[in-house]
């Protein structure tokens, strides 16, 4: 079982096993954990389990949430991952069945040299492709299906929606192929961004397989294995 070990000045505070499909973060006292800081916002972050998956998603916090050094929207936590939130540390730990499990997912990805001038060209790509992207306040996003499955509609209130053959997916698709969660939708201040989360099941935007978050136009036609549905917004009053 994977546990979450908060650290304060290199003092363990307390540790928290991961018993349950998700666990959110915050300063409020109804947070599973509860860090009571000022720069910590009220609801910070959230892990979400998904198989054998974790994943950690900012809750649009004021201060942000870092891991090892890298400010996220959403992250897939690995064995040893340093989430920074507020003045506080969390270390994540994997059992040693889950860290084979994540190793065995990895075996088909390509290495990236991480150098720090490659970090300061991707934090400024990223930074154009959130000013090239129009303000989506007020707008709703939708997922509509059109492969046929008669699945219709879905409308992407949640700051983030899962998709996948788990039971805690607000998307569920069905397939032997199909992980616990193949993609996520994050809704963001500049709009909504879709992210893969790896394996073998290939998401594609527009005919284009997608490795990291990509910003989601009106009418992205969306695939995950043999499932098609495209992408629209609307205004929040108009959404049934």
């Given at each position: 079982m994977a546990r979450v070990i908060l650290v304060f000045n290199k003092?363990?505070?307390?540790?928290?096993?991961?018993?349950?499909d998700s666990m959110t973060i915050g300063r409020d006292?109804?947070?599973d954990i509860v860090i009571d800081n000022l720069a910590v916002s009220g609801h910070h972050a959230r892990i979400d389990k998904t198989?054998?998956?974790?994943i950690l998603t900012d809750l649009?916090?004021?201060n942000g949430t870092f891991v090892n050094d890298k400010k996220i929207t959403s992250h897939k936590l690995l064995h040893k991952d340093k989430v920074i939130i507020g003045k506080h540390l969390l270390f994540f730990a994997?059992?040693?069945?889950?860290?084979?499990?994540?190793?065995?997912?990895?075996?088909?990805k390509t290495m990236i040299l991480d150098?720090?001038?490659?970090?300061?060209?991707?934090?400024?790509q990223a930074e154009k492709k959130a000013m090239?992207?129009?303000?989506?306040k007020g707008k709703l996003g939708i997922i509509t299906f059109i492969d046929g499955s008669?699945?219709?509609?879905?409308q992407l209130t949640k700051k983030l929606t899962k998709i996948g053959k788990a039971e805690t997916s607000e998307i569920r698709l069905g397939g032997v192929f199909m992980p616990p969660t193949a993609a996520t939708i994050s809704r963001r201040p500049n709009g909504y961004a879709i992210s893969s989360t790896g394996g073998r099941t290939k998401v594609k935007v527009n005919d284009q397989v997608i490795k990291e978050s990509h910003y989601l136009k009106d009418f992205d036609t969306i695939e995950i294995g043999s499932y098609k549905f495209q992408f629209y917004s609307q205004d929040s009053k108009d959404a049934k």
């Open positions: 003092k363990v505070i307390k540790e928290y096993p991961f018993a349950k006292e109804v947070n198989g054998d998956t974790y649009q916090s004021t994997m059992s040693k069945q889950e860290q084979a499990k994540a190793k065995d997912g990895e075996l088909d150098t720090a001038r490659q970090k300061e060209l991707l934090e400024k090239a992207v129009p303000a989506q008669g699945e219709g509609e879905i």
